[in-house]
């Protein structure tokens, strides 16, 4: 039944359309004020990430990873502490965007006391929804490096040079503009590597606040606004727990032997391991570890700006060893293998621009003479062994003494060892009885001679 209105009989919504019709009132209302009112950060924890060492590869996996599960848990910030002296541009880029997309807050806190956030640090830094350091930390030196696709750093003109840095600078003024920080020291940390302190980079507006540790770091960010691909969010940390989310230890693994040192040290391991079990036929163990390391040094290897001359000047150098043990020279090769790995170790790694990627001069000093020492003794023990006399098999029969059970003239027996051999004297007949000395062997046929009188007196 259609009810009227009471002042011109006109017709009125029913009961039930005008309920729906506030329903939805109240619905795009709610809408309305979530857009204009930042929602708020709750969560159950603050999850705090590490990030110590170089930015390579299994670093940025690493990061992605850990962001992601505090997404899942519902976690009210991510913490990334940073203690870096740079890293690789691709995986410092995989890294940005992860944070530029993230559901949570990022707050990047280069920590503790003595850590710094050198060259694709500044550029995370800049990247995070809140920046901030510890006392005692610097940031800074972020003049770019280029590494072609083969890991080698590549050689540019001026102009491609100037082209690369301008390209650097664009991508941390946008990243500056996007948080509100200071754009101009940015780009001169860019162009002029320079760096400041944690209070310096806070009086620069470089970092939003400086906290002694981290209940500090939390309790000050608390009910701050920052701005996420979702929308304005409210902070609510204060008091919070926290979580640390660790590498697991294949990250931590692909992590390690992706540091130069590490990578230059497993190459030498691997290489030795594998020209022992040459040099040893049926050894197994040395030829295994030796694989596994070489494969996890070239895995390490391909994130580094390797410079072929010196990873081909090593690859001489082995040559050089292996020759020495199986065509022996007196160690004359072993000398020019030296020679060549010392030379191509410390041109392994392209370090013009990047200095934090350079192999530890002590860890080459301690490698060359390990491998010397260890070629050395391969090279003596091969010696010695070519020297001594074969104890078994036919040629072990040689300059053994036996005994002439018949006649040989020059064929007959004799007895050796518990058993009778076939025989031939090489030095005419020789009676039943007497001693003969065995000069070779044909087939299963003993050539043998009269036992020389002076052995006869000395037994």
């Not at 795009?28 to 390579?56: C, E, H, K």
């Not at 280069?110 to 710094?116: F, K, L, Q, T």
């Not at 020297?387 to 098999?393: A, D, E, H, I």
């Amino acid at each position: 039944m259609i009810g009227r209105d009471l002042k011109g009989g006109g017709k009125v919504l029913p009961s039930r359309t005008r309920v729906w019709l506030a329903l939805q009132a109240i619905i795009l209302l709610a809408m309305a004020m979530s857009f204009a009112t930042p929602s708020s950060a709750q969560g159950s924890y603050v999850a705090v990430v590490p990030v110590r060492g170089i930015i390579n590869p299994a670093m940025a996996s690493y990061v992605d990873r850990a962001i992601g599960q505090a997404e899942e848990t519902g976690a009210a910030a991510v913490v990334i502490e940073m203690d870096t002296p740079g890293g690789l541009d691709t995986s410092m880029r995989e890294i940005i965007q992860r944070i530029m997309a993230s559901k949570v807050p990022i707050i990047v806190y280069v920590a503790p006391a003595g850590s710094r956030a050198g060259s694709a640090g500044v550029y995370i830094t800049y990247a995070a929804n809140i920046a901030a350091m510890a006392p005692n930390t610097n940031i800074g030196s972020a003049h770019p490096v280029s590494i072609g696709d083969n890991g080698t750093e590549q050689q540019m003109s001026d102009t491609m040079q100037q082209k690369v840095t301008n390209d650097a600078v664009a991508y941390i003024k946008g990243l500056a503009q996007t948080r509100g920080r200071n754009a101009t020291w940015a780009e001169q940390a860019v162009r002029e590597s320079v760096n400041v302190t944690a209070h310096e980079a806070l009086s620069l507006k470089v970092v939003d606040l400086v906290a002694n540790d981290l209940p500090s770091l939390l309790s000050q960010v608390d009910v701050r606004e920052v701005q996420l691909a979702s929308g304005e969010v409210v902070l609510h940390t204060k008091g919070l727990p926290t979580e640390q989310i660790e590498m697991t230890p294949l990250e931590s693994l692909l992590h390690d032997i992706g540091d130069p040192t590490v990578a230059y040290i497993l190459m030498s391991l691997g290489t030795m391991g594998l020209i022992f079990e040459l040099a040893n036929p049926g050894a197994i163990l040395p030829g295994v570890v030796g694989g596994i390391c070489l494969l996890f040094a070239l895995f390490g290897l391909g994130t580094l700006p390797v410079n072929m001359a010196g990873l081909l000047l090593i690859g001489f150098a082995f040559l050089l060893f292996a020759a020495d043990i199986f065509a022996p020279t007196h160690g004359i090769l072993t000398a020019g293998g030296t020679i060549s790995f010392v030379l191509g170790s410390l041109m392994l790694i392209n370090t013009r621009n990047a200095p934090f990627l350079a192999i530890s001069r002590p860890a080459i000093v301690a490698v060359t003479m390990g491998l010397t020492a260890f070629f050395a003794f391969v090279l003596t023990a091969v010696m010695r062994s070519r020297r001594r006399r074969p104890t078994m098999g036919r040629e072990g029969l040689v300059g053994q003494i036996g005994t002439a059970r018949t006649p040989l003239e020059p064929n007959g027996m004799v007895f050796l060892h518990g058993e009778l051999w076939k025989a031939i004297s090489e030095a005419g007949k020789v009676a039943e009885g007497e001693l003969v000395e065995i000069v070779g062997t044909q087939g299963l046929t003993l050539m043998v001679k009269p036992r020389p009188p002076e052995k006869r007196l000395r037994s």
